[in-house]
DNA sequence: ATAAAAACAGTAATAATTCTTATTATTGTT
DNA sequence: AACAATAATAAGAATTATTACTGTTTTTAT
């Protein structure tokens, strides 16, 4: 990981991605340090994220509504997407494919690693 | 499916898409048919290919530097994506869950389908 | 043929993300 | 503590994929 300035507005959004389970956009973190940190950009959250899925500290979940969608939580694991609500929730389980192990053989390019999201209605969705 | 009045524009979209195996982009489907429809807009791709959707009649594999990327064939399979060079492959072999089976039992909402896409280096990127 | 509905082209609007630039914060050094 | 070097930032402009609008044309049923 390349080796950064020290930045405390980098550090809270690192740290609002940490807190929550909800797969957050680059908006909504936005709108949750904004009332700490009146003087936020919005660009500077985008720029944050970006070096952070660089450094390999985030993921990005995919795509609701138009928005990427990111995640702290880099080990390999799948996720439900609502497609009502838009809610992503992770999915525990053994869901995992080791990448090698589940294309090896019958792949000729290098795999660097394996997106799996389920689609369909949360719990809340279906009343 | 709705049924839709008849429409040249619309069928000639839909055979592009029947006619390949790279999962193009709405970009692209247009750039395919303006020679031979010079009147055609990318709007009408746009509406065309959302309806598409909607009727099920195609699916989206995901989105590439900021675009949206189809498939004709709705069959469940996997996909590579090249990171580096975008193109979108098809992946053989078995790598087709069914949803009810992957997740009965540890999730609770209504799974509709699953997306399993790999991301790397496709063959040509790796020199 | 006539008329109603649907589809269209062309263009304007929208909205997520990135880029630019002048300013400020961080870090190490005198 | 002041300084210099450089990274990080805010603000807003630019970019770009996609959608909405509007007047016109095509399709299809009568
Ligand atoms: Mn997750
Ligand atoms: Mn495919
Ligand atoms: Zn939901
Ligand atoms: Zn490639």
């Known amino acids: 990981m390349k080796d950064r300035k020290h930045s405390r507005k980098r550090e809270a959004i690192l740290d609002v991605l940490r807190s929550t389970k909800t797969h957050p956009s680059a908006e909504w973190v936005y ?30 979940v995919g795509t609701v509504n138009g928005q990427e969608r990111f995640d702290a939580n880099t080990k390999p694991h799948a996720h439900f997407i609502c497609d009502r609500c838009g809610e992503v929730i992770d999915m525990e389980g053994r869901l995992c494919f080791d990448p ?20 369909g209605k949360c719990l809340k969705c279906m009343e």
Chains 1, 2 share one sequence.
């Open 31 to 60: 709108a949750q340090l904004k009332p700490s940190y009146p003087d936020l950009s919005l660009g500077t959250v985008y720029r944050n994220l970006s070096l952070f899925r660089e450094d390999g500290q985030i993921i990005c």
């Open 100 to 119: 090698g192990d589940a294309a090896s053989g019958f792949f000729a390019g290098s795999i660097d690693y394996c997106e799996v999201t389920f689609h």
